[in-house]
């Protein structure tokens, strides 16, 4: 059980187009869901908390604007990179946590994103 | 707001050795979980252990709360072990996890 997939794995964008990452729970209702990114050989950097059907709290210097998420139901979150530049190239990865368990984060396989 | 820290960051083992991982924390906290990052960027969970001992298989974790730090423990290591350890705490209000900079082991044949 607690499984959480991610779509696309892998994405290879030009700079300036959109692209968007879901993140999925597949066995349970994930209240909660954690988008973070990780840099080649550093760790994870939280970027934001979402809630179902609330708006997303955005870590300190993360620009909402640019990434924008969306909770819509309890078991998908999108996190959708807007006009990405070659430094948006990262690892993307979800996490969520269900209301029955909330102290245990499931995380997803990360999406790697390359922007030309 | 809370700092995590690892040692060793980087290891380098026989296959059959034995190791230890430790991760040191600046403030109380209430959920403290272990991970070990595949090759791939898989995350996967090994342990939830805000306090207390915990084992599973060749593994096993400690959490020694009052002083802040944490240990994974890992026995008789495989190559399939290699990859990054990662320590993750979260504190009181915060549900959010903060992340150690990462143990890199690599075992060797």
């Known amino acids: 059980g607690a499984v959480v997939s991610q779509h696309p794995s892998w994405v290879i964008c030009k700079s300036g187009t959109s692209v968007k990452i879901e993140c999925r729970s597949l066995?349970?209702?994930?209240?909660?869901m954690f988008w973070y990114r990780q840099f080649p050989k550093q760790s994870l950097m939280l970027m934001a908390t979402?809630?179902?059907?609330?708006?997303?709290?955005?870590e300190q210097g993360v620009e909402k604007d640019k990434f924008l998420i969306n909770h819509a139901s309890l078991t998908l979150s999108t996190l959708t990179v807007t006009s990405a530049h070659p430094e948006d190239s990262s690892f993307y990865i979800c996490?969520?946590?269900?209301?029955?368990?909330?102290?245990?984060?499931?995380f997803g396989p990360g999406t790697r994103l390359t922007v030309l | 707001g809370i700092q995590v820290e690892q040692s060793p960051p980087d290891l380098i083992l026989q296959e059959g050795a034995n190791s230890t991982l430790r991760c040191n924390f600046s403030d109380s906290v209430n959920n403290l979980q272990w991970f070990h990052q595949n090759p791939w960027g898989q995350l996967i969970n090994l342990f939830y252990i805000p306090s207390g001992t915990k084992q599973n298989g060749r593994l096993s974790a400690t959490t020694v709360a009052t002083e802040r730090y944490s240990l994974l423990y890992i026995s008789s290591s495989q190559t399939t072990d290699s990859g990054v350890y990662f320590c993750?705490?979260?504190?009181?209000?915060?549900?959010?996890?903060?992340f150690g900079s990462g143990t890199r082991l690599q075992v060797q044949p």
């Open positions: 996490s969520a946590t269900s209301g029955l368990d909330t102290d245990t984060q499931y």
């Open positions: 993750a705490v979260g504190d009181t209000g915060r549900r959010a996890l903060t």
């Open positions: 066995d349970f209702q994930a209240t909660t």
């Open positions: 979402s809630n179902e059907g609330s708006k997303a709290t955005y």
